[in-house]
């Protein structure tokens, strides 16, 4: 009788399976456009079933992996060794200043003028609002600050716009700005002056 489960079970999972080839050219119609070459993939955070939406640590992890693979180093998980990325529950009027892009999180001088320490704020119900490639936009601008200390860009196109979280923006409007971001050559790159420098 256990026998006869056992592979009972084993055929419906063949089946399961088969049905799934079957089904794998509508998965690919609702993939419109073809992803243009990251040395990371970004389907983990873009996932809603696989993603933790309540870790933001997993972007730092992915940003770290990315500039490593990407332009070889350096590697940001050990110049940083104090990371503070969390989510804020007040809201955007209650925090003076200096959140970006739109009002979702911001970065402060703590972290971007402080070479081993990153200070991320995230306004939880700002964030939880947008989709998961802005949130993955919103992280890569706010790394910018503090990593890279990027100033604004004033191209809608960049990360480091200030608002440049549309609900349209696609993964390779993504993977083209973040290559930017990395080469440091976006238009109007200016960078964040801390004392002492
Ligand atoms: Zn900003």
New binding site residues.
């Given amino acids: 009788m256990k026998r006869f489960i056992l592979s009972s079970l084993f055929i419906s999972l063949i089946v399961t399976a088969c049905s799934k080839d079957a089904e794998t050219p509508t998965v690919e119609i609702v993939d419109e456009f073809e992803q243009i070459y990251s040395c990371v993939s970004y389907d983990d955070l873009l996932d809603p079933k696989n993603t933790n939406q309540d870790d933001l640590m997993q972007y730092w992890t992915k940003f770290v992996e990315d500039v490593k693979c990407s332009r070889g180093g350096p590697d940001y998980s050990e110049r940083n060794p104090s990371l503070n990325i969390f989510f804020e529950y007040r809201s955007a009027a209650q925090i003076s200043a200096g959140v970006?892009?739109d009002h979702i999180a911001?970065?402060t001088f703590s972290g971007y003028c402080n070479d081993n320490r990153v200070n991320v704020g995230v306004l939880y119900n700002e964030w939880t609002e947008k989709n998961l490639l802005q949130r993955l936009w919103i992280m890569y601008?706010?790394f910018?600050?503090d990593v890279y200390k990027y100033e604004?860009s004033t191209n809608p196109a960049d990360i480091?716009y200030?608002s440049s979280t549309r609900s349209d923006i696609n993964v390779n409007d993504f993977i083209e700005a973040k290559d930017r971001l990395f080469k440091r050559s976006f238009t109007g790159i200016k960078y964040i002056s801390c004392p002492g420098e």
Avoid: C, Q, V
């Fill in positions: 970006t892009p911001y970065s601008h706010e910018g600050h604004h480091m200030p």
